[in-house]
């Protein structure tokens, strides 16, 4: 499937991309002469079955290499061939074992079709508690993609996802075992959402199954121990005479197990096969996250040997908790979106090493196939439909109901809209736009002092891989537009302040490295969260009238619907898009947490000199405050926030950055809320994206992203200390009048 042949195929059903089309091409071996193709008489699969005068003589067959002695518990005669109709036997046996080695192809409805050497088996010999497989064009797709994953030398494996009651769990567990059972010193692990479910998962899905396995697919194994939780594979199966003797030397010692939910369960082993069940929906563990010690951070080097690949993994789950940060199903959608074939590393591998792989809902809703295996793709998914209309009053239902029976790749991650304090499906646009954008929307600097010589320029260097600047956007001509600062003597000592607010403003969440946060312990929530606070902050250009126009109510609703612009008019278009506002825009991002907090102050400022813009910052983390003022920069540091109310009253002295009090909080989310309804369709950062959907205001300690982004709007509505000078004295070029209206020379 993956080394290139003459023949190639493209899937019809099974969708293998996210940012791009994916796998596009999959080699098939050459078709055979018609001779050769089966079932020219039937046009469909038919799994074949013996005549029953050989099923009486397997069974008699199989007595007898079992009987065993009273004493010992020794096989009696573990060698018997039958007398009459072992030759009949052992052609049966030879032959599935070859097409199980090889493959078959066959006529479906007039047309040759291919099935892989571990469907056939599947199809033929795996019987699960519903019985045996159907042949499913879905299915042949989705055993093509995992041939290829299998060939590819730089794929670790795949994730899957389709609807609930599909048969995931199914072809996950014939996979694992058709692969252990066929290989020598094969370690097969699994783990899954929970203890209890991955136990489960092994008794309905391979212990069961595997005893079903007819004898020519079945090794044998260790019957002194109960396969409560692995089979140990001892001698390959005896498919005839002539291999009894390499079958007694060789013994297979492949051993199939599952453990503990943990992250760390596998740790220091080596893995052949692994299977993880249900990672969309683990609680109590992180499958993946950005510190690389979540399940399968822990299970890639079990499937390496130094850098080459010699295990293969398969992933298959519906999603749920996607409200967990780290855990759960937005754990798992990292993991997918870091699986995409169309976004690979200089290495030649996707971030996570996995190739993700869907079936739509309508390809695989269990009673619309026809006969020859192929989904009724219209009628499926009218029925789907229907079935929405009947949650439309219950959203919490409507987006389970989604999730668990997905039509698109983002459907799988469809986020209940009531929950979020935000207008979700604005973001859940803008990042399914994001996610499918086949070029990143951002690239990675670093800022620099020129020449070494601090407080001279800034200089903006691109470093695509640690960069710890994000943007989407970079001022054009850097010597006119940036490092607009200026230099006052104050007793003695240098002085700086901006001159740029009037384009840019920065907000920032930042933090206090230790465990106590302005002469207090850490609180429940930022212990409980189990995770360190990130410094997050934002860059964002203010919004200009003579680049976007002066906006009524009336117009800013106008442009948040799809339109084009028509003789400079907004007007509406179903096939166009949002208006694509050249200010008011977010473009900068710095979200990295380097280990001396000197070094976050230091680039704080060095951001906020490079764009010639003041900083409003959260107080209660004072660190980031003392170190611009200690440097002479406490003029880049906004005056508190204060709402309007608040400033028609007396007020005391009002002191640099602003407390994060209920006040504030309420306020800067009342200007998130404004904002993401007309202009989140412009933001660049998904990880701003994925925090303002999940943003919950009473417990803001988890969200350093959307505190970020408050700050930043509120930082657009304070005056900054410090105003540029203007070009020219207005008291030299106004005329100048005498108390009785007279001119003054």
């Known amino acids: 499937m993956y080394l290139p042949t003459k023949n190639t195929y493209s899937n019809k059903y099974l969708i293998t991309g996210i940012s791009g089309p994916g796998i596009e091409q999959l080699y098939l071996p050459d078709v055979p002469t018609d001779?050769?193709?089966?079932?020219?008489?039937?046009?469909?699969?038919?799994?074949?079955?013996?005549?029953?005068?050989?099923?009486?003589?397997?069974?008699e067959m199989l007595f007898h290499r079992n009987e065993r002695t009273r004493q010992g518990g020794e096989l009696v005669s573990p060698d018997w061939v039958h007398p009459k109709f072992q030759y009949e036997i052992n052609d049966w046996e030879e032959r599935e074992f070859e097409r199980s080695s090889n493959g078959i192809?066959?006529?479906?409805?007039?047309?040759?079709?291919?099935i892989s050497p571990f469907y056939y088996w599947y199809l033929s010999g795996w019987r699960p508690y519903f019985g045996f497989p159907s042949y499913r064009e879905t299915d042949k797709e989705l055993t093509y993609w995992l041939k290829y994953i299998e060939e590819d030398p730089n794929c670790y494996g795949g994730a899957f996802n389709?609807?609930?009651?599909?048969?995931?769990?199914?072809?996950?567990?014939?996979?694992s075992v058709n692969r252990t059972t066929r290989s020598f010193n094969h370690f097969c692990g699994m783990q899954g959402e929970t203890d209890d479910k991955i136990k489960k998962f092994y008794n309905k899905f391979i212990k069961k199954p595997f005893y079903k396995l007819p004898w020519y697919y079945q090794p044998t194994y260790n019957t002194a121990t109960q396969q409560t939780n692995q089979i140990e594979f001892d001698i390959p199966p005896k498919r005839n005479k002539k291999n009894v003797i390499m079958d007694e030397i060789e013994s297979l010692e492949s051993i199939i197990e599952y453990r503990e939910s943990s992250e760390g369960a596998y740790d220091g082993d080596i893995?052949?096969?692994?299977?993880?069940?249900?990672?969309?929906?683990?609680?109590?563990?992180?499958v993946y996250n950005e510190e690389g010690d979540g399940r399968w951070d822990v299970v890639v080097p079990c499937l390496n040997d130094g850098l080459e690949i010699i295990g293969k993994a398969l992933l298959g789950t519906t999603v749920e908790n996607l409200n967990m940060r780290d855990k759960g199903g937005q754990a798992y959608k990292n993991l997918f979106y870091d699986s995409d074939f169309n976004q690979k590393q200089e290495d030649g591998r996707t971030k996570s090493g996995l190739y993700t792989a869907f079936i739509p809902g309508d390809c695989a809703l269990k009673g619309f196939w026809d006969e020859w295996g192929h989904p009724k793709r219209e009628e499926a998914r009218q029925a789907l439909l229907k079935r929405r209309k009947s949650f439309k009053n219950n959203a919490n239902r409507l987006a389970g109901h989604i999730r668990k029976y997905p039509l698109t790749v983002k459907e799988i991650f469809y986020i209940n809209p009531t929950g979020c304090e935000f207008n979700a499906a604005v973001l859940q646009d803008r990042r399914d736009e994001i996610d499918m954008s086949p070029v990143s929307m951002v690239e990675r600097f670093d800022l620099k002092w020129q020449n070494n010589v601090r407080f001279s320029k800034v200089v903006l260097r691109p470093n695509p891989t640690n960069g710890w600047f994000k943007a989407s956007w970079i001022p054009r001509d850097p010597e006119t537009e940036c490092n607009l600062v200026q230099e006052k003597m104050t007793t003695g000592q240098r002085e700086f302040a901006p001159l740029n607010d009037k384009r840019f403003a920065i907000g920032m969440d930042p933090i206090d490295h230790g465990v106590v946060v302005e002469g207090r312990s850490l609180n429940a929530d930022e212990v409980n969260s189990g995770r360190r606070s990130r410094p997050v902050?934002?860059?964002?250009?203010?919004?200009?009238?003579?680049l976007d126009g002066f906006l009524s109510q009336e117009e800013l609703e106008l442009r948040a619907q799809p339109g084009k612009m028509v003789n400079d008019k907004w007007v509406l278009d179903d096939n166009g898009r949002k208006y694509d506002y050249k200010s008011n825009r977010y473009f900068g991002m710095m979200d990295t947490r380097p280990?001396?907090?000197?070094?976050?102050?230091?680039?704080?400022?060095?951001?906020c000199w490079y764009f010639g813009c003041s900083l409003h910052i959260e107080n209660q983390k004072p660190g980031t405050i003392r170190y611009f003022y200690e440097h002479g920069c406490g003029d880049f540091i906004l005056n508190k926030y204060v709402p309007l109310e608040a400033s028609m009253r007396v007020r005391s002295a009002i002191d640099d950055g602003t407390a994060?009090?209920?006040t504030i909080i309420q306020e800067y989310t009342g200007e998130l809320s404004t904002y993401i309804e007309y202009f989140g369709h412009t933001i660049p950062f998904r990880e701003l994206i994925e925090d303002l959907l999940l943003f919950n205001p009473r417990k803001t300690t988890e969200y350093d992203y959307s505190v970020a982004a408050g700050f930043c709007e509120l930082a657009c509505k304070i005056k900054p200390k410090t105003q540029p000078k203007p070009l020219f004295d207005l008291e030299e070029v106004m005329l100048q009048y005498d108390r009785w209206g007279r001119i003054v020379n």
Do not use: C
Request: net charge positive; no cysteine; proline share 5%.
């Open 537 to 546: 902050l934002f860059i964002k250009t203010k919004y200009d009238s003579s």
């Open 595 to 607: 280990g001396d907090p000197n070094v976050l102050y230091e680039r704080a400022l060095m951001l």
């Open 271 to 286: 893995l052949n096969t692994y299977l993880m069940e249900e990672p969309g929906k683990t609680k109590k563990v992180s």
């Open 162 to 175: 389709t609807i609930r009651r599909y048969g995931k769990s199914v072809l996950m567990g014939g996979w």
């Open 105 to 114: 192809w066959f006529w479906n409805n007039g047309v040759p079709t291919y």
């Open 35 to 59: 001779s050769l193709i089966l079932f020219e008489k039937e046009q469909k699969f038919v799994r074949p079955e013996l005549p029953e005068h050989l099923k009486k003589a397997v069974k």
């Open 660 to 662: 994060a009090s209920t």
